[in-house]
């Protein structure tokens, strides 16, 4: 019996297992958002009682409010508004369009729990985020019931955080991650800070989820509770 034959079987086999990449066992699911059909400087809110829209793996749920023509969760825009602070500046990424100079990016409004479900677990990577027009002149200059950050003496310790929390395939609770909009509350006033650009977000230690949720807070009740997020990533597991 040639005994070369079976060793150039495990030759192939190790060649074999060292091609094999992440991608033979996850698909990344990256969203950029790009594929969501919007007339130029237009959104979508939720007005159509659909409850929510699909992009790749992920349900972005909302609620829209008849009665009061607002909304909860999540809607898309490409609105390029960076200075106003007008009812369309709630739809407007306070950078002025999408990450890496996309076009559409997605808003999101906390009336009541915010949550993206997933088709299929997922283990979570990076996002990216940032404000909305509406919520960081709000803060800046203190618009309507928001109260200016800082305060008069700019020495207030205010803060912005949006916290993102994942439920796991057995329900249970991971992360949280906390991303700060806004923090006030350095000693010294040069380092406070209102995100104007697109951040990158680590959420990998979230984990393998099935849902994410999202929760806005703020050391003053009067801040309006909207963000915008681009660039979604994680691995779907098959």
Same mark, same amino acid.
């Given at each position: 019996?040639?005994?070369?034959?079976?060793?150039?079987?495990?030759?192939?086999?190790?060649?074999?297992?060292?091609?094999?990449?992440?991608?033979?066992?996850?698909?990344?699911?990256?969203?950029?958002?790009?594929?969501?059909?919007?007339?130029?400087?237009?959104?979508?809110?939720?007005?159509?009682?659909?409850?929510?829209?699909?992009?790749?793996?992920?349900?972005?749920?909302?609620?829209?409010?008849?009665?009061?023509?607002?909304?909860?969760?999540?809607?898309?825009?490409?609105?390029?508004?960076?200075?106003?602070?007008?009812?369309?500046?709630?739809?407007?990424?306070?950078?002025? +369009? @999408?990450? *890496?100079?996309? #076009?559409?990016?997605?808003?999101?409004?906390?009336?009541?729990? =915010?949550?993206? /479900?997933? %088709?299929?677990?997922?283990?979570?990577?990076?996002?990216?985020?940032?404000?909305?027009?509406?919520?960081?002149?709000?803060?800046?200059?203190?618009?309507?019931?928001?109260?200016?950050? +800082? @305060?008069? *003496?700019?020495? #207030?310790?205010?803060?912005?955080?949006?916290?993102?929390?994942? =439920?796991?395939? /057995?329900? %249970?609770?991971?992360?949280?991650?906390?991303?700060?909009?806004?923090?006030?509350?350095?000693?010294?006033?040069?380092?406070?800070?209102?995100?104007?650009?697109?951040?990158?977000?680590?959420?990998?230690?979230?984990?393998?989820?099935?849902?994410?949720?999202?929760?806005?807070?703020?050391?003053?009740?009067?801040?309006?509770?909207?963000?915008?997020?681009?660039?979604?990533?994680?691995?779907?597991?098959?």
């Amino acid at each position: 019996m040639n005994k070369f034959i079976p060793y150039c079987y495990f030759f192939f086999f190790v060649i074999f297992l060292l091609g094999c990449t992440d991608e033979d066992t996850f698909k990344t699911d990256y969203l950029d958002f790009e594929e969501l059909q919007l007339e130029k400087e237009s959104y979508w809110n939720g007005s159509d009682e659909s409850g929510g829209f699909t992009s790749g793996n992920k349900i972005f749920r909302n609620t829209f409010y008849q009665d009061w023509n607002t909304w909860s969760g999540f809607a898309y825009s490409n609105v390029i508004n960076y200075y106003y602070y007008n009812d369309v500046a709630r739809y407007a990424s306070f950078p002025s +369009g @999408g990450a *890496d100079e996309s #076009d559409t990016y997605i808003v999101a409004h906390q009336f009541e729990k =915010i949550v993206i /479900d997933f %088709e299929k677990p997922e283990e979570m990577r990076t996002v990216q985020f940032t404000n909305t027009t509406y919520t960081a002149l709000a803060i800046q200059f203190g618009y309507d019931y928001a109260k200016k950050f +800082g @305060g008069r *003496d700019g020495r #207030d310790p205010d803060w912005l955080k949006l916290t993102i929390t994942g =439920i796991g395939v /057995d329900n %249970e609770i991971t992360g949280p991650v906390d991303l700060f909009l806004a923090d006030y509350r350095f000693d010294d006033d040069e380092s406070d800070y209102i995100v104007n650009t697109w951040k990158i977000a680590d959420i990998s230690d979230l984990g393998i989820v099935k849902s994410l949720e999202f929760e806005i807070s703020s050391s003053d009740a009067g801040t309006p509770l909207y963000f915008c997020l681009d660039n979604l990533k994680g691995r779907v597991h098959f």
